[in-house]
Structures are given as structure tokens and as C-alpha cells.
């Protein structure tokens, strides 16, 4: 994206001034950004002070010793199954499977007794019939970065598949319900992956599972 | 090196590494060993930055070439190799370090104090501890801009942001790295008034 040079500004330059520092900056802005540092005496602090930043990076010392590359250890990895990735046993990823289900449930009846929730009545399944269930949902609290702004934290709820069920719960924290997922361990790891994955969200976790009973 | 010979270069080592991308997609390993050499130097130093521990970044950087194996698919070459591979580098960093599964850990220890002069370790040491106080996404944004020397474009691709938040979040982060430094500076200065 290059800036008209007509309209550059004290504001819009002084965002560039990291890239000035890096020396990536297209040539047209590199210019206008070399005039502007000629009459201001803040953005040159700031490239100084950018300097003083880019130089310590680039001369952290000790560099670290690079170990040789183990290829073998990766090529072994691709044959494991995803949760052997993780590096835990076959049954001890059963056994947390049986206890984050529990747990959830158990967190969820907690919430229930603390909360009214007219909306959405439910009624619990055993988790073990839960698993068979295609249409629960997962309550999530997802903490967002304190720079975001509403219309970012909007877009992000959004982008998410968060577009129903909000709540605020305080500060940058809000609580969301994921609609409808399967009753999978894997999925819902893979889901709190993808949501912390975010670059606007700091945390994510689950609260709650939902498991309507017709 | 003319700049058009390093551009050529440059044109050059992107069509091998989409080659070797495609291969990967199609899970040829030799393909993903061939990609493994070219970066793992560079995600390890990158990586390393964050952890200061060797045997986290190895796991980081493992976790890294898994995601490529896996994802390779999802290529689609609207960008650099290198930026989509740094673009999974980068999620795998925010995930753990918000997840706490990495702590940003302290750079200088006392013998690697012991070899720099007193000068090196005041100015690097006031910029990393500034560095460390940063919220997790201006941390890796000022990595991605002044370690691997990303254009603004890069950094929003790499993050999958917008343009205007990365410029954002280094606005920010230039600001308190800034306060940082004023900081460091005021000892040296009353004692250079003494």
C-alpha cells in the first residue's frame, strides 16, 4: 500500500517509521519519510530509539547454538496419530477424555445453579451419550487482548462462528456459545486451537457443554 | 550482488520452495525433509528468541513442520513460502505463550553477563526487558519487523491481520519500548551531571 505523498501526514509517517528502520519500506515512502525526519525532532527520537531496538535484536548475544536438524525425530512423528503428536499414551488420552467431559458437565450444572437461564433449557446427558450426539454446544470464555477495539472484537466473534449466545462477562472477557458441534474431544481441542490462534483474542477456554435433550 | 541478480535469486528459491510445497501437499517426505533443512535454522533462531531453551524450540520447531506436512494442502500461493511457513511459526508461538505452555524467559543470565561489557548489557538488557513487558501480539509483531525484517505487508499476511492493526500494534509497541529506553537512560544521565 503506498501513500499519496500529497496527503502524508505527521500521524500517517510515524507509522512507518519501523519499516524505515528495517529498510522495506517502497521507495516512494522511504522518501517522503526522509523529507519528514528532516523537520521533526519526534520522529527522529523515534527511529533513533528504533535503531537502538533493531540493533539490540540483531546483536543478542550469545546467538544461540543451532543442534543439528533431526529430520529422523519428524519423519517418525508423521506416522503417529495426531493425539500421539501430543505425546501422551492411548489411555491416558482416554482417561482425560472421560474426565474433561465430567468436568464439563459438572462445571456446567455449577453454572446452572448460580445462573437463571430461561432462554435455553436443557437437560443433561451422561457423557458417554453425549459422545453419540451431533447437535451440542460448547460454552467458551474468550478473553481478547486489551488493545482491541469493539469493532475488531466484533469482527473477531464473527470470524469465530460466535454470532449468537454473547455475553459480557467483565473487562476484555466475554462468553460465547459454539453451535452445533460434535461431541469429540478432538474437535473441540482443534476449536480452542483455532480460536487462540487469533491474533486479537489472548485466551480461550471452555466453560460449558450444552447438551439439549429432545 | 546487483539488485536484479538478488531479486532473480530470490524469484528463483520461491519456485523451488512452492515445488517442494506441492510435494509436501502430496506427502512426499523427502520433500518435507528438503524444506526442513532450508528453515529449520531460521524458525529455530526465531523461535529460540521467545523460549531462550533449546529443548522447547525444538519442540516448537517440530510442531511447526508438522503443521506444514499437514496444512501444506491449504497452500493456495497467494503469498511467499516463507511468508505462509512464518505464518504457522507465528500461531504456534501465539498459541503457546498464551496458552503459558512458553514463558517469554529472561535473556541475559549472569555468565553470559560477565562476557559483554557493561555498556552492551545496559542497552540490550533495557530493550529486552521492554520487549518482554509487551503484550504477546506487539511482541511478535516487533520479532516479525526487526528479526526476520518483514515489510508491513508480510507482517499483515504473517499475522493475518489488516494492514492498518499491524502498523497499529508497532505504533504501540514503539511507544513503550521508547518509554523503555527514556527509562535506561536517566541513571546515566544523573551520573553524568555528578
Redesign the interface.
Known amino acids: 500500500?503506498t501513500l499519496p505523498l500529497s496527503e502524508s501526514t505527521h500521524d500517517s509517517l510515524?507509522?512507518?517509521?519501523?519499516?524505515y528502520?528495517?529498510?522495506?519500506?517502497p521507495a516512494d515512502e522511504q522518501r517522503a519519510v526522509e523529507e519528514h525526519l528532516v523537520g521533526c525532532a519526534e520522529c527522529r527520537?523515534?527511529v533513533d530509539?528504533?535503531s537502538?531496538?533493531?540493533h539490540?535484536?540483531?546483536?543478542?548475544?550469545?546467538?544461540?547454538?543451532?543442534?543439528p536438524?533431526?529430520?529422523e525425530?519428524?519423519?517418525d512423528?508423521?506416522d503417529e496419530p495426531e493425539h500421539k503428536?501430543l505425546g501422551f499414551p492411548n489411555w491416558l488420552m482416554y482417561a482425560a477424555a472421560a474426565s474433561v467431559a465430567i468436568a464439563l458437565v459438572t462445571i456446567w450444572v455449577n453454572l446452572q445453579s448460580e445462573t437463571t437461564s430461561a432462554e435455553s433449557p436443557v437437560m443433561f446427558e451422561t457423557a458417554t451419550s453425549a459422545a453419540a450426539d451431533e447437535s451440542i454446544s460448547y460454552v467458551v470464555e474468550i478473553t481478547f487482548?486489551?488493545?482491541t477495539t469493539a469493532d475488531?472484537r466484533d469482527a473477531s466473534l464473527t470470524t469465530i462462528g460466535a454470532v449468537g449466545g454473547i455475553s459480557h462477562v467483565g473487562g476484555e472477557t466475554y462468553r460465547v456459545t459454539l453451535t452445533p458441534a460434535p461431541a469429540s474431544l478432538a474437535y473441540l481441542e482443534q476449536r480452542i486451537?483455532e480460536i487462540?490462534?487469533h491474533?486479537?483474542?489472548?485466551?480461550a477456554r471452555v466453560v460449558a457443554v450444552q447438551l439439549p435433550v429432545d | 550482488m546487483l539488485k536484479s541478480q538478488q531479486t532473480l535469486q530470490d524469484s528463483n528459491q520461491q519456485l523451488a520452495e512452492r515445488e517442494l510445497l506441492e510435494r509436501v501437499a502430496d506427502h512426499d517426505r523427502e520433500a518435507l525433509t528438503h524444506l526442513y533443512e532450508q528453515y529449520h535454522e531460521r524458525l529455530f533462531r526465531f523461535v529460540f528468541r521467545l523460549t531462550r531453551s533449546h529443548a522447547q524450540t525444538e519442540e516448537v520447531v517440530n510442531d511447526i513442520m508438522l503443521a506444514v506436512w499437514r496444512g501444506a494442502g491449504n497452500y493456495r500461493g497467494d503469498s511467499k513460502p516463507s511468508t505462509w511457513i512464518f505464518g504457522i511459526a507465528y500461531r504456534q508461538a501465539l498459541k503457546r505463550l498464551s496458552r503459558k505452555q512458553l514463558s517469554i524467559a529472561p535473556r541475559m543470565d549472569v555468565e553470559q553477563i560477565a562476557d559483554n561489557s557493561v555498556h552492551t548489557i545496559d542497552q540490550e538488557d533495557w530493550v529486552q526487558r521492554g520487549l518482554d513487558a509487551l503484550p504477546t501480539t506487539q511482541r511478535l509483531a516487533v520479532e516479525l519487523v526487526f528479526y526476520l525484517g518483514l515489510t508491513y505487508e508480510e507482517v499483515a499476511a504473517v499475522t493475518e491481520c489488516p494492514v492498518n492493526t499491524v502498523k497499529t500494534r508497532m505504533f504501540h509497541a514503539r511507544r513503550k519500548l521508547k518509554e523503555q529506553l527514556e527509562i535506561a537512560a536517566e541513571p546515566a544521565s544523573s551520573g553524568d551531571s555528578e
Not at chain 1, 21 to 25: A, C, D, F, I
Not at chain 1, 56 to 67: F, M
Open positions: 500500500m510515524i507509522e512507518l517509521l519501523p519499516w528502520v528495517n529498510g522495506t519500506l527520537g523515534d530509539a528504533l537502538r531496538v533493531s539490540a535484536i540483531h546483536n543478542d548475544s550469545p546467538a544461540p547454538l543451532v543442534p536438524m533431526r529430520a525425530n519428524l519423519l512423528a508423521l503428536l487482548a486489551a488493545e475488531g486451537d487462540e490462534a491474533p486479537q483474542i489472548s485466551s
